[in-house]
């Protein structure tokens, strides 16, 4: 997550859209990124906000 510097090694599996909304894509690894367990756990229940920013990450990241 952007601004996060977590070090943990407790990470969870995020789908970047959610996988309720989304089932035909959560096995799409494209749709998945690692979150620190508290970054992941401030998503639940508005997972929808994070999408673009997320998208965002995975992008910069391709580059
Ligand atoms: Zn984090």
Do not use: W
């Not at 070090?7 to 989304?22: E, G, M, V």
């Not at 035909?24 to 690692?34: K, V």
């Amino acid at each position: 997550m952007p601004g996060c510097y977590s070090q943990s090694r407790d990470i969870a599996a995020h789908h970047i859209y959610p996988k309720k909304k989304y089932p035909e894509i959560q096995f799409d690894t494209a749709n998945g990124i690692t979150l620190c367990k508290p970054c992941h756990e401030e998503t639940y229940g508005r997972e929808e906000q994070f999408v673009t920013m997320l998208v965002r990450v995975v992008q910069t990241m391709d580059d």
